[in-house]
T-cell receptor, first 118, second 115 residues
Framework: AQKVTQAQTEISVVEKEDVTLDCVYE???????LFWYKQPPSGELVFLIRRNSFDEQNEISGRYSWNFQKSTSSFNFTITASQVVDSAVYFCALSEWNYGGSQGNLIFGKGTKLSVKP | DTGVSQNPRHKITKRGQNVTFRCDPISEHNRLYWYRQTLGQGPEFLTYFQNEAQLEKSRLLSDRFSAERPKGSFSTLEIQRTEQGDSAMYLCASSHSSATNEKLFFGSGTQLSVL
């Protein structure tokens, strides 16, 4: 069965602190896709990153970085030098390969609410 | 780029009434998804269309729910005989099937409250 676990329900940090959001996934497939989405108070989910299971390279985009480790089934997200605008709920999601080709049937975790205080 | 548009933003209805939501995807996107999100939870997949064909439905989509995408453009999600348990945010997303790395673009959702 597919499952995504985000054990941290809420995290509060002070601006400029680094923060890591944890994500652990379960799947029996060898081909799968991992995602992070940001949901600000406005409600619209904003795509942050996608990772394919065969690509374990870590990625950095500005203040954001992602650490994908298949050995521990984890796909953690780090924000360096956090800012107030980073305050949002962050979701990790998993999708498995299917014959129809769609990768949009996402299994989401419950999300981590990040509050960055000035 | 107008993004994914959903209407209405909010809907309040009485138990037993029917409701319909509309989603307008990004114009060149041929895939359209519906998700449901309850408070404190992540979104849950309901169904998706490729062009006008409904290709997958979750078991969460009971007989009271029906989705259509008649011309492969906008989509509607109808809930008949609403129940209090249907109260949730209904999210729509779109993507293009030709994209090697498919990425979903979400709308702001329709918040349904069933009294």
């Amino acid at each position: 069965a597919q499952k995504v676990t985000q054990a941290q329900t809420e995290i509060s940090v002070v601006e400029k602190e680094d923060v890591t959001l944890d994500c652990v996934y379960e799947t029996r497939d060898t081909t799968y896709y991992l995602f992070w989405y940001k949901q600000p108070p406005s409600g619209e989910l904003v795509f942050l990153i996608r990772r394919n299971s065969f690509d374990e390279q870590n990625e950095i985009s500005g203040r954001y970085s992602w650490n994908f480790q298949k050995s521990t089934s984890s796909f953690n997200f780090t924000i360096t030098a956090s800012q107030v605008v980073d305050s949002a709920v962050y979701f990790c999601a998993l999708s498995e390969w299917n014959y129809g080709g769609s990768q949009g049937n996402l299994i989401f975790g419950k999300g981590t609410k990040l509050s960055v205080k000035p | 780029d107008t993004g994914v548009s959903q209407n209405p933003r909010h809907k309040i209805t009485k138990r037993g009434q029917n409701v319909t939501f509309r989603c307008d995807p990004i114009s060149e996107h041929n895939r359209l998804y519906w998700y449901r999100q309850t408070l404190g939870q992540g979104p849950e997949f309901l169904t998706y269309f490729q062009n006008e064909a409904q290709l997958e439905k979750s078991r969460l989509l009971s007989d009271r729910f029906s989705a259509e995408r008649p011309k492969g453009s906008f989509s509607t999600l109808e809930i008949q005989r609403t129940e209090q348990g249907d109260s949730a945010m209904y999210l729509c997303a779109s993507s293009h099937s030709s994209a090697t790395n498919e990425k979903l673009f979400f709308g702001s959702g329709t918040q349904l409250s069933v009294l």
